[in-house]
């Protein structure tokens, strides 16, 4: 079974709840807590385990926070290693305020990280065993912006596919790497236009672009309520959103490009590795908690997606 490991240079505990409201100045009671190991890399890791398949994650993990973290991966199931910093990790705060309906969310910036630090992430990447490594999330202060580049360029040196989620500057920086499978929100694409995306087909023309440059194979755009988009050698594929009863939307992205990268590992087409990769994103969505998806629903929502392709 090919292996995929992922690096979250910047993790935190997400910590979700529900409020009857959200007001200034009061003091909010709150239910149903729950706490996560939470950050890019580590929520693809745990629902491709959740789905069969063989992944690692790569955390920087440090401070009493860092060690919360680990035992909160642990208990998860998520097969780890960890990346010593002397920085404390973050805490994030994910509200749901049942009065409005909307979602409120605190993500701190993170830690600082050292020089010898981030350099000794890169030393793991040199050696670490994959098939994919996938890079996802935001960097924290002190890492370079061009971080994720010399990820790519390390994988791509080992014969290795990449995989790069993330945003700002750091994926400004990477897009001239040899990336295997780019992961984007629509505002992460509007970015790196540099201009307005008001319809599918300036979309689907970004896309070509980023595609007919030609160090990049393959990139997904996760549209929300739209759906979703696939570029790579085949043309480009559109999916429709899955409808489900909405729970919570952390981690929704990071299932989608989980589902991707399984669907693309075990040799499914790309419009399959779409449906599949849209039906694990749907169940996140209806699902309490940061990237939790149950794998029987994914299946079943996956064999309905397919129908839906065009």
């Known amino acids: 079974m090919p292996r995929i490991v992922t690096l979250t240079m910047n993790p935190a505990i997400d910590v979700a709840c529900v409020a009857p409201y959200v007001r200034p100045t009061h003091k909010i009671r709150s239910s149903e807590e729950q706490l996560d190991a939470g ?63 909307l979602e409120y969310r605190f993500v ?60 700002g500057a750091a994926l400004r920086a990477a897009v001239s790497a040899p990336i295997g499978l ?18 599918p087909r300036a979309r689907d023309e970004e896309i070509a672009l980023l595609l007919r440059a030609g160090n990049i194979r393959n990139v997904a755009v996760s549209l929300g309520a739209d759906g979703a988009v ?8 559109h999916s429709p959103a899955m409808p489900v009863d909405e729970r919570g939307a952390v981690g929704a992205g990071d299932s989608f490009l989980a589902g991707l990268l399984l669907g693309f590992t075990r040799g499914l087409s790309d419009r399959n590795a779409l449906a599949f990769a849209t039906a694990a994103g749907a169940v996140a969505v209806a699902t309490y908690g940061t990237a939790r998806v149950d794998r029987q629903h994914v299946e079943d929502l996956y064999r309905t997606c397919l129908k839906t392709l065009v």
Do not use: C
Not at 183 to 198: H, I
Not at 230 to 237: F, N, P, Q, T
């Open 182 to 199: 780019l992961k984007a929100s629509l505002g992460e694409l509007t970015f790196l236009a540099g201009r307005p995306l008001e319809d």
């Open 108 to 167: 701190p910036e993170g830690p600082a990280v050292r020089r010898e630090e981030w350099v000794a992430a890169l030393s793991v990447l040199e050696t670490i065993e994959a098939d994919w490594i996938v890079a996802s999330g935001s960097l924290p202060p002190g890492v370079p912006e061009d971080f994720y580049a010399r990820a790519a360029a390390i994988t791509a040196r080992r014969g290795l596919h990449f995989a790069l989620d993330t945003s």
């Open 230 to 237: 696939l570029g790579g050698a085949g043309g480009i594929i």
């Open 39 to 101: 950050g890019g890399g580590i929520n693809v890791a745990r629902v491709i385990g959740a789905l069969g398949g063989d992944t690692l994650a790569l955390v920087m993990t440090g401070g009493a926070t860092g060690t919360l973290l680990e035992t909160l991966l642990t208990e998860s199931g998520v097969p780890w290693q960890a990346l010593p910093i002397a920085g404390r990790n973050r805490i994030s705060m994910n509200v749901q305020d049942r009065e409005s309906g």
